[in-house]
Structure formats: structure tokens, C-alpha cells
């Protein structure tokens, strides 16, 4: 099992540096053993990557190190130009963290971009898709030991580039009771291609919008339902997330309150560092606790 998740959904990079201390700790005494990390491409410095922003990036790494953890790295998040007379700067972005995390030994692997297919109305599939494959043969070139991976919205969107990838991801945030019949259709499609669940997860706000039907009681429930279709089909997993944000940026969601407030309800642990329900449906025993 996986988990991931950042301390604020607007925080720096250096605030959700700065919890990683403890939030890696609480991930590990949950029988957890890896997280999934975003790289902010604009904030990160494009083509010109901060070093300030790359060696906090580097000691989050040592931090998972210490705690038994691994981590995937998303590198390109809050970016969407695709433009091939773009592809240089992107290019020097992902040889600059390639080259400088490679040999880390809390390194499970690259994401090259979360949730690309939401990008194929607005810029084009192919503009997308060609990128995309540029992208993961770059980065193979830099390093030819870590897994590359891209995080797919949905498991139809999945069957794109499997035979670029190293194992497929994809998200899933809806009834658990269709995961089963989706994931089949996908594993068929893909073969003998490793599969991981890259996001799930559900908001326990509850309010007009959704009908009251939200709480943290569902949140338990829905955490339960899944867990259940995970552990029969062996199928790895991250989900979205540890904590409770306390504010979630525009950039995000958006400006509608009906989308933003939800957001900020996916924790595992609220926002005054509670427990959910759902905290004890994801949490594993390690070989020899009691």
C-alpha cells in the first residue's frame, strides 16, 4: 500500500517540506511504504530549476529515506503548453531533477505528469500524447533504472502509451462498486503491464451541494468498499491524502465554493490533527507488531 499527500493544497514547497518530518513518520507507523510527490513546474523554475527548490526536494527525499519510505516523483504538475517549440524547456526541467535524484535511494520512479487526458480538448491529443512520449524517452535517457509512469485520470484514458510506460497508473474517484468491472477492462487492455492505482480517495464535507450525503462515516464506508476491491485484485495503490487542506488555490478547482470546499475534506486526518474513521480502514499491521 501507498499514500500521498501534501500539508496544504497552496503551501510551498518548502512549508509541505518542512511537515515531512512528522507526516512520513505517521505515513510509516501506518504500515504505509511509499508517497507521491508534485513538482509546480512554473514555481520550480521552468527550464531554469531553482537549486533552492531542488535540494529541499532532495532532503524530502532523505526524509522518506529515514523513514523506510519511497517515493514517485510527479515532475511536471500545473503545466499544460505541450507545444513542441516548448519541448526544450521542458526538457532541461526533467534532466535537471532526473540527473540530480537518479541515484537516490528513496527513489520508486517517475510520473511524468499528473492527469495529462484532462489536457486533450483544450491542447489537442496528439499535441499531448507526442509530448508525453518525448517526454518518458527523455528521461529514460537519463536514468535507465527507475520505472517511468503517467497518471492518468480515468482507467479508460489508461490504454494511451502503454508501451511507453513501465507500469500503468490511473486515478479513480467514483463508485466503488464499478472499480472492479473498469479495472478488468483496463488489465485486459493492457496485458502483462504492471497496473497501480495512482489516486483514490473521497471528501468528507458534507453540505446542500452534495445532498448531505457526505460525512465522515461515508468517507469510512467508501474507504472500506475499495480496500476490499484492492486487496482481492492485489492491486497497488496510492490515495488522496493524509490531511485535510486548510485552503485549496483557484488554480486548482477553481473559483466555485461547490468545488473548492469539498477539496479540502480528503484527509485521512482533519485539520486539527484528528483521526477519521477512514484513517483505520487504510492502516496495515508491519510483520511483527502485535
Given at each position: 500500500p501507498h499514500i500521498y499527500g501534501k500539508r496544504d493544497a497552496d503551501a510551498s514547497f518548502g512549508l509541505a517540506y518542512a511537515h515531512s518530518d512528522d507526516d512520513f513518520e505517521t505515513i510509516h507507523n501506518m504500515g504505509l511504504n511509499t508517497v507521491r510527490v508534485f513538482v509546480p513546474y512554473e514555481t520550480f523554475g521552468k527550464a531554469n530549476v531553482k537549486d533552492e527548490y531542488l535540494q529541499q526536494l532532495s532532503k524530502l527525499l532523505d526524509i522518506a529515506a529515514e523513514h523506510e519510505l519511497k517515493v514517485l516523483v510527479t515532475l511536471f504538475d500545473f503545466y499544460g503548453n505541450y507545444d513542441i517549440l516548448d519541448w526544450t524547456l521542458t526538457h532541461r526541467h526533467a534532466e535537471t531533477i532526473v540527473s540530480h535524484l537518479k541515484t537516490h535511494k528513496a527513489l520508486l520512479g517517475w510520473d511524468i505528469k499528473n492527469e495529462p487526458d484532462l489536457d486533450f480538448e483544450s491542447r489537442g491529443k496528439n499535441n499531448v500524447l507526442n509530448w508525453l512520449s518525448e517526454m518518458a524517452a527523455q528521461i529514460k535517457k537519463i536514468d535507465g533504472l527507475h520505472p517511468v509512469t503517467i497518471g492518468w485520470a480515468t482507467p479508460e484514458a489508461a490504454v494511451n502509451l502503454?508501451?511507453?510506460?513501465?507500469?500503468?497508473?490511473?486515478?479513480?474517484?467514483?463508485?466503488?462498486?464499478?472499480?472492479?468491472?473498469?479495472?478488468?477492462?483496463?488489465?485486459?487492455?493492457?496485458?502483462?503491464?504492471?497496473?497501480?492505482?495512482?489516486?483514490?480517495?473521497?471528501?468528507?464535507?458534507?453540505?446542500?451541494?452534495?445532498?448531505?450525503?457526505?460525512?465522515?462515516?461515508?468517507?469510512?464506508?467508501?474507504?472500506?468498499?475499495?480496500?476490499?476491491?484492492?486487496?482481492?485484485?492485489?492491486?497497488?495503490?496510492?490515495?488522496?491524502?493524509?490531511?485535510?487542506?486548510?485552503?485549496?488555490?483557484?488554480?486548482?478547482?477553481?473559483?466555485?465554493?461547490?468545488?473548492?470546499?469539498?477539496?479540502?475534506?480528503?484527509?485521512?486526518?482533519?485539520?486539527?490533527?484528528?483521526?477519521?474513521?477512514?484513517?483505520?480502514?487504510?492502516?496495515?499491521?508491519?510483520?511483527?507488531?502485535?
Amino acid at each position: 500500500p501507498h499514500i500521498y499527500g501534501k500539508r496544504d493544497a497552496d503551501a510551498s514547497f518548502g512549508l509541505a517540506y518542512a511537515h515531512s518530518d512528522d507526516d512520513f513518520e505517521t505515513i510509516h507507523n501506518m504500515g504505509l511504504n511509499t508517497v507521491r510527490v508534485f513538482v509546480p513546474y512554473e514555481t520550480f523554475g521552468k527550464a531554469n530549476v531553482k537549486d533552492e527548490y531542488l535540494q529541499q526536494l532532495s532532503k524530502l527525499l532523505d526524509i522518506a529515506a529515514e523513514h523506510e519510505l519511497k517515493v514517485l516523483v510527479t515532475l511536471f504538475d500545473f503545466y499544460g503548453n505541450y507545444d513542441i517549440l516548448d519541448w526544450t524547456l521542458t526538457h532541461r526541467h526533467a534532466e535537471t531533477i532526473v540527473s540530480h535524484l537518479k541515484t537516490h535511494k528513496a527513489l520508486l520512479g517517475w510520473d511524468i505528469k499528473n492527469e495529462p487526458d484532462l489536457d486533450f480538448e483544450s491542447r489537442g491529443k496528439n499535441n499531448v500524447l507526442n509530448w508525453l512520449s518525448e517526454m518518458a524517452a527523455q528521461i529514460k535517457k537519463i536514468d535507465g533504472l527507475h520505472p517511468v509512469t503517467i497518471g492518468w485520470a480515468t482507467p479508460e484514458a489508461a490504454v494511451n502509451l502503454v508501451k511507453t510506460v513501465d507500469f500503468v497508473s490511473f486515478h479513480y474517484y467514483e463508485a466503488p462498486e464499478h472499480l472492479m468491472d473498469r479495472f478488468l477492462v483496463l488489465k485486459d487492455a493492457v496485458g502483462h503491464k504492471p497496473l497501480v492505482l495512482g489516486e483514490y480517495g473521497k471528501s468528507s464535507y458534507s453540505c446542500v451541494w452534495n445532498l448531505f450525503t457526505n460525512s465522515e462515516n461515508s468517507q469510512a464506508a467508501y474507504y472500506n468498499k475499495m480496500q476490499k476491491v484492492l486487496s482481492k485484485e492485489q492491486l497497488p495503490y496510492f490515495m488522496w491524502t493524509l490531511h485535510d487542506f486548510g485552503t485549496v488555490p483557484t488554480q486548482v478547482v477553481g473559483r466555485k465554493p461547490w468545488r473548492r470546499a469539498p477539496q479540502k475534506h480528503y484527509g485521512l486526518i482533519d485539520s486539527d490533527g484528528n483521526r477519521k474513521p477512514a484513517y483505520g480502514e487504510v492502516t496495515t499491521k508491519r510483520k511483527g507488531d502485535n
